[in-house]
C-alpha cells in the first residue's frame, strides 16, 4: 500500500521539492499547504495516512498543531525542520508527533519507518 502524504511547510520551494521526492518513492502526496490552519482544515478532508508538518509555521509552531491533527484520528506525524532536532530538546516527544526528520535528511526510507 502506498501511504497518502499531506505536506504542511510555509515555503512552497521545499512542498514542491518534497512532493516530486516522495512521489517518486511511491508515496502518494494527497495535499500541501502553507499553513497549520490550512493543514488542521486538509487533513479532515483528505484523511492522509502521514502528515509531514513544519515546526515553524506562520500561524503557529508546529508542537501546538500535533494534538489538533490527533484530535482527527490516528494519522502519523512527523515534523520537519531546517534545524537539527537537538534544537527542540525533549519537545518533540512531549508534544506526541511521531517522529522528526530533519529537512535535508527527508527521503523515502526515512519516512517508510513511519508506515511500515
Known amino acids: 500500500m502506498n501511504a497518502r502524504v499531506l505536506i504542511v511547510d510555509d515555503h512552497p520551494g521545499f512542498r514542491e521539492q518534497a512532493r516530486r521526492l516522495l512521489e517518486l518513492e511511491a508515496f502518494i502526496v494527497v495535499g500541501d499547504t502553507a499553513t497549520a490552519e490550512g493543514g488542521v482544515q486538509l487533513a479532515s478532508i483528505l484523511t ?3 502528515i509531514l508538518l513544519d515546526v515553524m509555521l506562520p500561524d503557529a509552531v508546529g508542537f501546538d498543531v500535533v494534538p489538533l491533527l490527533r484530535e ?5 506525524i512527523v515534523l ?3 534545524h537539527d532536532r537537538s534544537d527542540y530538546g525533549c519537545r518533540i ?3 506526541g508527533a511521531d517522529g522528526f526528520i530533519p529537512k535535508d535528511e527527508l527521503s523515502g526510507e526515512s519516512l517508510r519507518q ?3
Open 114 to 116: 513511519f508506515v511500515a
Open 93 to 95: 516527544e512531549l508534544c
Open 48 to 50: 492522509p495516512d502521514l
Open 72 to 76: 482527527q484520528g490516528a494519522v502519523v
Open 80 to 82: 520537519i525542520s531546517s
